[in-house]
């Protein structure tokens, strides 16, 4: 019976086992294919994507290549039955290669995708990176960077932005930019706006106008001045703003510190006891003080850009002791002594002190002249010359100023028509007077004596005291002849008037006088003439003790004197005579 199902099962058994072995074949040749597949999307990822991993993929699959290989060769050529374990070897080998032709197909479509994406990853992160570089660079800049959209709302402030302001960039673009940077008062916050986007577009306007004169708030409140430029552009079809702001505070300080010191230089410039003007090199006023247009008289006269020898000529103009001329020669400071014209005419001494005038360079500019007006200084000179030369009692001019102004006569009259005369006079009983009534009574003789020449001689004779009773006066005449009588009628006039005076009680007026002659023809010295006429006045004086003339002139012959042309007599009372006791 078991042989008998045996060999009916037998064949069945046998026709399984055939079934087996060629569905087995059949799942390695399929599975053999399927890691053929496999393996060349392997190689397509090792070609697209080389590494290590997937070196180690591709000879794995290389491996179950060459093993179902063999299994088919074994199978096909020694005809081995199919058994549960080459069946399911078989099942395991197709599974396997379906696993690794699914996850090879996958990985090579997912990296052409990403092989596809690549450029666009690339390009992102260029962009990524240009951005990193742009924000970078916004934020190391010195100015402050502010983004606003159309409705003026803040975007983004760079760090420089948000150290001058104050604020976070989370914190500003929740504000208006009109909250950092508010309009200064003017029209253009007058203006009807009627949307957002008019508003800011007027708001950007006002901006450039203002320019520099726009004042920032600080988050704290504090407001300080800066200056703004304003940029718009187009971005994804949306209107951005972007303003460039630098905090100018220590610009504007240093602008009031400027202005400040060119005030105090003005005020030094204008308030210097000086004149002072300063000149181009090419003669031209560059700039004048207030104290020059008042020492000149040329306040409301505009000066600037004039040339300087046509607005106040002098004698140093167009010369070689021309300051600037000077100056340019490489002299390094000047000082001249001239005379220079008021505008109405009026001769003004000054000194001018030139100095160069430098840029910052270094290079000459010009110079800057110091007018010093020195008429006080000339008039106390001419003071003191008055002074020396004229004697304090009599106002006449002392021994030294005769002498002086006689010499020039002498030298002025030496080979000319002229004739000169110097008469001597002494002032007689002085002695007496001063010691009767006093040293008061006797320089009050000496100033009625002066008054009598005054007024007997003429403003061009020169009249002198010598000193104590000692006059002297320098007659300069082409002929005298024609006056002699009217001196000796005014001489003796001034005399008479002046003892008849009822207040002149206490003494007489008596003069003694002596003359000489100077002859142009056969000179002498001044000296001389003083020795001859005193020798006469004294022989006068001499005389009168005699009732002789009051005056000898040199005509009379005297001892050791030889006659002369010119005769004069001039009388005066012969004795003093006190008033009663």
């Known amino acids: 019976m078991l042989f008998f199902y045996s060999g009916l099962v037998s064949p069945f058994l046998d026709g399984t086992k055939m079934l087996f072995g060629q569905i087995s074949m059949v799942l390695v040749l399929m599975g053999?294919?399927?890691?053929?597949?496999?393996?060349?999307?392997?190689?397509?990822?090792?070609?697209?994507?080389?590494?290590?991993?997937?070196?180690?993929?591709?000879?794995?699959?290389?491996?179950?290549?060459?093993?179902s290989g063999y299994l088919l060769f074994t199978f096909e050529h020694y005809g081995l039955p199919a058994t549960p374990i080459t069946m399911l070897v078989s099942m395991v080998f197709?599974?396997?290669?379906?696993?690794?032709?699914?996850?090879?197909?996958?990985?090579?479509?997912?990296?052409?995708?990403?092989?596809?994406?690549?450029?666009?990853?690339?390009?992102?992160?260029?962009?990524?990176?240009?951005?990193?570089r742009i924000e970078t660079i916004l934020n190391t800049a010195a100015e402050g960077i502010i983004t606003f959209d159309h409705k003026g709302m803040v975007e983004s402030l760079n760090h420089a932005a948000e150290r001058l302001f104050g604020y976070t960039t989370q914190e500003a673009t929740a504000k208006s930019i009109q909250a950092l940077i508010p309009l200064p008062p003017g029209p253009g916050q007058q203006q009807p706006r009627r949307t957002a986007e008019e508003a800011t577009n007027t708001y950007i306007e006002v901006l450039k106008e203002q320019g520099a004169d726009i004042i920032g708030i600080h988050k704290n409140g504090a407001a300080f001045p800066i200056s703004i430029t304003v940029g718009t552009t187009i971005l994804e079809g949306?209107?951005?703003?972007?303003?460039?702001?630098?905090?100018?505070?220590?610009?504007?300080?240093?602008?009031e510190n400027r202005k400040s010191a060119l005030t105090e230089l003005n005020q030094i410039f204008n308030s210097a006891a000086d004149g002072m003007c300063l000149?181009?090199?090419?003669?031209?006023?560059?700039?004048?003080?207030?104290?020059?247009?008042k020492l000149f008289g040329l306040r409301n006269r505009i000066l600037s850009g004039q040339l300087c020898h046509e607005v106040f000529p002098g004698p140093a103009c167009h010369s070689d002791d021309c300051p600037l001329s000077r100056i340019k020669a490489g002299e390094n400071r000047v000082e001249i002594e001239c005379v220079k014209e008021h505008a109405n005419g009026?001769?003004?001494?000054?000194?001018?002190?030139?100095?160069?005038?430098?840029?910052?360079?270094?290079?000459?500019?010009?110079?800057?002249?110091?007018?010093?007006?020195?008429?006080?200084?000339?008039?106390?000179?001419?003071?003191?010359?008055?002074?020396?030369?004229?004697?304090?009692?009599?106002?006449?001019?002392?021994?030294?100023g005769f002498l002086t102004m006689a010499e020039k006569q002498?030298?002025?009259?030496?080979?000319?028509?002229?004739?000169?005369?110097?008469?001597?006079?002494?002032?007689?009983?002085m002695k007496w007077i001063n010691d009767t009534f006093g040293h008061k009574m006797g320089d009050q003789a000496l100033i009625?004596?002066?008054?009598?020449?005054?007024?007997?001689f003429r403003n061009a004779d020169v009249v002198g005291r010598l000193g104590g009773d000692e006059f002297v006066v320098l007659l300069s005449e082409t002929?005298?002849?024609?006056?002699?009588?009217?001196?000796?009628?005014?001489?003796?006039?001034?005399?008479?008037?002046?003892?008849?005076?009822?207040?002149?009680?206490?003494?007489?007026?008596?003069?003694?006088?002596?003359?000489?002659?100077?002859n142009p023809t056969t000179p002498c010295s001044l000296e001389d003439l003083l020795n001859r006429a005193d020798a006469r006045m004294y022989a006068c004086k001499h005389s009168r003790k005699h009732q002789s003339p009051a005056v000898v002139p040199e005509g009379n012959p005297l001892p050791g004197d030889a006659a002369v042309d010119c005769r004069l007599a001039i009388t005066a009372n012969a004795a003093a005579v006190r008033s009663k006791n």
């Open 32 to 67: 053999a294919c399927l890691l053929t597949a496999g393996l060349i999307y392997t190689r397509r990822i090792v070609s697209a994507l080389p590494g290590s991993s997937l070196s180690w993929n591709f000879m794995f699959c290389l491996i179950l290549f060459f093993l």
């Open 94 to 132: 197709f599974g396997g290669g379906f696993f690794v032709l699914v996850v090879t197909n996958l990985s090579f479509r997912t990296i052409e995708q990403v092989r596809q994406l690549a450029p666009l990853e690339r390009e992102n992160i260029q962009i990524k990176g240009m951005q990193r």
């Open 238 to 255: 949306a209107q951005i703003h972007t303003a460039v702001v630098s905090d100018i505070s220590e610009r504007k300080q240093a602008e």
């Open 279 to 293: 000149i181009s090199t090419e003669f031209k006023i560059m700039r004048v003080n207030e104290t020059y247009e």
């Open 346 to 400: 009026t001769p003004i001494p000054i000194i001018i002190t030139a100095t160069p005038f430098l840029g910052k360079d270094g290079s000459l500019i010009g110079i800057i002249e110091d007018y010093k007006d020195i008429t006080d200084r000339k008039q106390l000179e001419s003071r003191l010359h008055e002074i020396s030369i004229t004697d304090e009692l009599t106002g006449l001019l002392n021994r030294r």
């Open 410 to 429: 002498l030298l002025a009259a030496h080979g000319g028509p002229k004739q000169i005369y110097l008469l001597y006079a002494d002032l007689d009983n």
């Open 448 to 456: 009625e004596t002066t008054a009598i020449l005054k007024n007997t």
């Open 479 to 518: 002929s005298i002849q024609d006056r002699c009588q009217a001196i000796i009628n005014r001489f003796e006039e001034a005399i008479r008037q002046r003892n008849a005076a009822p207040k002149n009680k206490e003494f007489t007026l008596q003069i003694s006088v002596g003359i000489s002659q100077y």
